[in-house]
């Protein structure tokens, strides 16, 4: 069945470091990707999406594209900010049936000053 | 706009109680749908709903009910809760079932079952 496998964590990096959080996908249709991001005490909220192959989603310095020779949609930030510190999800929307959303595990991030 | 509101914020049961969380949207969307959330497990779909008096089962439906008797609401029931069931819940609605709308998501409802 669909699903996606995400990079484990969790990763702590310092202020202005570059990241990379790894997601690959297996999907039998033609999926949309997303990130989420959830900060503490909240609910996730859209970071950007791709939904065909070789988009690039891109939102608040954080690019991913969409891979679909090797089902990959990693997610990266050049210089990342203390603000940044989070818990990302990678997730796809399966492209058939009611198209519902299935999340990766989830990798939290946290930035030092 | 108020987005997703989810009540209540925090909730304790005991063992065998039941309760309804409630979801409400005032965004008219006809896609709503139940997650809940545990540590290394990620979020994983409970119930969804592509509209008014329809619904359909996620991977993880046991105890739990839904309805949706309209389109704001749709409230997810645990018949008799278990400590299993100790989790963050989410509700998360989307314009249309279709794979490039977003999705968004309530605040969530923090619950344990004692």
């Known amino acids: 069945g669909d699903s996606v496998t995400q990079m484990e964590g969790p990763v702590t990096l310092s202020e202005e470091a570059f990241l990379t959080i790894n997601c690959t996908y297996t999907?039998?249709?033609?999926?949309?990707l997303f990130w989420y991001v959830q900060y503490p005490g909240e609910g996730l909220q859209l970071l950007l999406k791709?939904?065909?192959?070789?988009d690039k989603g891109s939102n608040k310095g954080f690019e991913a594209t969409y891979r679909k020779e090797t089902t990959s949609f990693h997610l990266e930030k050049g210089s990342v900010q203390v603000s940044d510190s989070a818990v990302y999800f990678c997730?796809?929307?399966?492209?058939?049936?009611?198209?519902?959303?299935?999340f990766g595990t989830g990798t939290r991030l946290t930035v030092i000053p | 706009n108020a987005g997703v509101t989810q009540t209540p914020k925090f909730q304790v049961l005991k063992t065998g109680q039941s309760m309804t969380l409630q979801c409400a949207q005032d965004?008219?969307?006809?896609?709503m749908s139940w997650y809940r959330q545990d540590p290394g497990m990620g979020l994983r779909l409970i119930h969804y709903?592509?509209?008014?008096?329809?619904?359909d089962q996620g991977e993880v439906p046991n105890g739990y009910n839904v309805s949706r008797s309209t389109t704001e609401d749709f409230p997810l029931r645990l018949l008799s809760a278990a400590p299993s069931q100790t989790s963050v819940y989410f509700c998360?609605?989307?314009?249309?079932?279709?794979?490039?709308?977003?999705?968004?998501f309530g605040p969530g409802t923090r619950l344990t079952v004692l």
């Open positions: 998360a609605t989307r314009l249309a079932p279709s794979r490039t709308d977003t999705q968004y």
């Open positions: 999907a039998t249709g033609y999926p949309s």
């Open positions: 791709a939904t065909k192959a070789d």
């Open positions: 997730a796809l929307s399966t492209g058939t049936g009611a198209n519902n959303l299935f």
């Open positions: 965004m008219n969307h006809e896609y």
């Open positions: 709903s592509v509209g008014a008096g329809i619904t």
